[in-house]
């Protein structure tokens, strides 16, 4: 049997370098504008209509498709 011999080291210096990471990212970052903001929420929300319009297209497909067969 073979073992790993990995074992992640998390260290004080590892995470605060992650830290550092995380906070420069923070900096970088502003808040939207109203028209932003809209914007992206409206193509977030026809991205969920559309997955969900594709889950119901399969939903029904694998519903009806059986009874369409079997006649």
Do not use: C, N
């Not at 409206?42 to 209509?49: E, F, P, R, S, T």
């Not at 119901?56 to 067969?69: D, R, S």
């Amino acid at each position: 049997m073979v073992e790993s011999t990995f074992e992640p080291k998390i260290t004080v210096e590892s995470v605060g370098q992650a830290i550092r990471a995380h906070l420069r990212v923070l900096k970088l970052t502003k808040k939207p504008s109203r028209e932003e903001f809209l914007t992206i929420a409206k193509v977030a929300g026809i991205g969920i209509l559309a997955v969900g319009a594709i889950g119901f297209m399969v939903y029904v497909l694998l519903t009806m498709l059986p009874q369409w067969v079997a006649q």
